[in-house]
């Protein structure tokens, strides 16, 4: 198995390669096709004169042809120097580090709080397939899935934070009086709203991938032998219906650590989705490269590592 | 399968009739009547210019709907053309449409809108043509399956046997039995394209202010929402309202197990 699983590693990483270098292709070629490319933000501004452009524009080694461009940027970022921010001159890397503790804290709340809403209610609809609890949950689950993120947000400030007066409505803590308190205060809302948008779309799949599970033979196997109930569906059941669902969880899991862009805008948040939006006001495409090439990253990596785990839960998948 | 359908159906109408029944034009400005809550004259207040919220909410709705709508077309037809060309063709073109597909669903879908309409500074229909490049590959891929399966089939053996062409046998018999599986896709897509706009213009990157959108309504109202929550509450209702029942229309066609 060790064996295997190594082979299986080396395989798909480099099938990986070739897939974010066509990525990085991509999102190059989008930003500099652009009408005035990366200084697009200077033709519009009164101040700058057109020398100062084209000043700009051969100190930054964009008068140079597009591939020879792509090119240096490409062995650079290998090598781990993802260049400057165009907005504040200060190291690419730097920025997106300083940025990361808040979006770590995010991720891992929400997604431990998706999950434990999404296991009870994914398993309970689809074993009660029909009855109230499953009409209640997928009902709720399709409102999840329709609901604007940021306006679920707006909604929840009007209503605890500038209506209650319970929870403050942005930024991580309030300067002079970040306790602990605080600090859970401040999290309470964008938490919630990824909460809700992920476990519903979340409790979708596995409540689907549940009745899969329980027609398989082996399940009428398994109670046929006299096996409670309960530990039917914990060790049989719930074990190989999770494995399909684990390709979405971790798509999911890759957006929100590498900046969850619209909820942590709405809340201020100061993370990683917040600095994209930051870097994209201000055209900073230095910042905006990395940090699609990051999140793409965690995609590729986090959809590998989903079907590592697809295949140990679950033996009849083979690593391919 | 009905009550989603006649919500949408309204929504449309309502859409389509908004020059005749919206109660004020959607841009006039009312000096007098800045900031109000909702009232019998204007039911969702109006707005910091004074413009009648409700107004500018059927406005709106032609441009979230016509977004929506046509950007799940481009998607569809785009996608059923990649998916198609990969499971008929199969062998190398296969393999380079699939790892395309690939590529684009590793990228982060707003993210990269975000980015491409802020430099772009589309129109709508640009708008529309950019969601919709940026959603065929559920498509593509649901139909390139479809076409796998189906190639081996015996309906489709016996037509390639009597001398059926690539046209004749993709336009009669392909295409007509892939289509239920493509045409639940493409209702996501639609949902999907709504949600997308909106977050674009409330982003300030989509649809530019004067012209309305539920999502650029939004944005507007987010300087302000202290004081004049209703102008949050309006665009968002009908946004939910019309992703919810496109979604449970797309659960219907697809046959989810109820």
């Known amino acids: 198995m060790g064996n295997q699983v190594a082979r299986f590693l080396a395989r798909r990483s480099l099938q990986a390669l070739p897939l974010l270098f066509v990525i990085s292709v991509l999102v190059f070629l989008l930003i500099h096709a652009a009408p ?69 804290e995010l991720a891992a709340v929400s997604l431990a709080g998706a999950l434990l809403v999404t296991l009870p209610a994914g398993v309970a609809a689809g074993v009660r397939r029909g009855r109230w609890v499953d009409r209640a949950t997928s009902a709720l689950a399709t409102a999840g899935i329709s609901l604007p993120a940021f306006w679920f947000g707006l909604v929840l400030q009007i209503v605890f934070a500038t209506g209650l007066g319970w929870l403050p409505s942005s930024g991580r803590s309030t300067p002079g009086a ?15 709203v990824l909460i809700v948008v992920q476990a519903a779309a979340w409790s979708r799949y596995l409540r689907g991938s549940v009745i899969d599970t329980l027609a398989e033979p082996f399940v009428a196997a398994a109670r046929a032998r006299g ?39 709405v809340f201020a948040w100061p993370g990683i ?48 | 399968m009905r009550a989603p ?4 159906a309204l ?31 204007h039911w969702f207040g109006t707005d910091e210019l004074g413009r009648d919220v409700l107004a500018r909410v059927l406005h709106g709705a032609r441009v979230s709907l016509a977004v929506g709508l046509l950007s799940a077309l481009v998607a569809g037809v785009s996608g059923i053309a990649i998916g198609g060309a990969a499971g008929y063709r199969g062998g190398a073109v296969d393999n380079v449409l699939m790892r395309a597909t690939d590529a684009m669903l590793a990228v982060p879908r707003l993210p990269l809108l975000m980015i ?113 929550p209703w102008l949050a509450l309006a665009p968002g209702i009908f946004i939910l309202i019309t992703t919810a029942s496109v979604n449970v229309a797309g659960d219907r066609l697809a046959g989810r197990r109820r």
């Open chain 2, 11 to 41: 929504l449309i109408a309502a859409a389509v009739a908004a020059p005749v029944i919206a109660p004020y034009e959607p841009d006039r400005i009312d000096l007098a009547r800045l900031r109000q809550a909702p009232s019998a004259a």
């Open chain 2, 5 to 8: 359908l006649v919500v949408l």
């Open chain 1, 178 to 192: 970040d306790d602990f308190g605080d600090h859970v205060s401040h999290l309470v809302l964008p938490a919630l």
């Open chain 1, 36 to 104: 005035g490319g990366p200084l697009a933000i200077y033709l519009a501004n009164p101040n700058v004169r057109p020398e100062d452009i084209e000043r700009l524009r051969r100190a930054l080694g964009l008068d140079r042809p597009l591939w020879v461009q792509y090119w240096s940027w490409l062995t650079a970022f290998a090598r781990g120097d993802w260049g400057y921010s165009f907005s504040d001159g200060r190291p690419v890397i730097a920025r997106i580090a300083e940025r990361l503790p808040a979006t770590l």
């Open chain 1, 227 to 265: 096996i409670p109930r309960r530990q039917v569906l914990v060790r049989h059941v719930l074990r190989n219906a999770i494995g399909p669902v684990l390709a979405v969880v971790m798509v999911d899991a890759a957006l929100l650590v590498s900046g969850a862009v619209v909820t942590e805008s």
């Open chain 2, 116 to 228: 491409a309409s802020s430099f772009l500074q589309p129109s709508v229909m640009l708008l529309v043509v950019l969601i919709g490049l940026a959603g065929w590959m559920e498509t593509a891929r649901v139909v390139r399956a479809e076409f796998r399966t189906l190639g081996s089939r015996g309906f489709v053996e016996s037509a390639r046997a009597l001398g059926a062409g690539h046209a004749r046998l993709i336009v009669r018999h392909l295409l007509p039995s892939a289509a239920q599986a493509a045409i639940v896709s493409v209702t996501l897509a639609v949902a999907r394209g709504i949600l997308l706009e909106s977050a674009l213009s409330f982003f300030g990157v989509g649809v530019r202010p004067p012209q309305a959108s539920w999502g650029n309504m939004l944005y507007q109202s987010q300087a302000t929402l202290a004081t004049e």
């Open chain 1, 273 to 320: 989705g917040s600095l994209f939006t930051e870097a994209l006001a201000r055209r900073d495409y230095t910042v905006l490269m990395a940090l699609l090439m990051l999140t793409s990253t965690a995609i590729v990596v986090l959809n590998l590592v989903a079907d590592l785990a697809h295949a140990l839960v679950d033996p009849r998948v083979a690593l391919t």
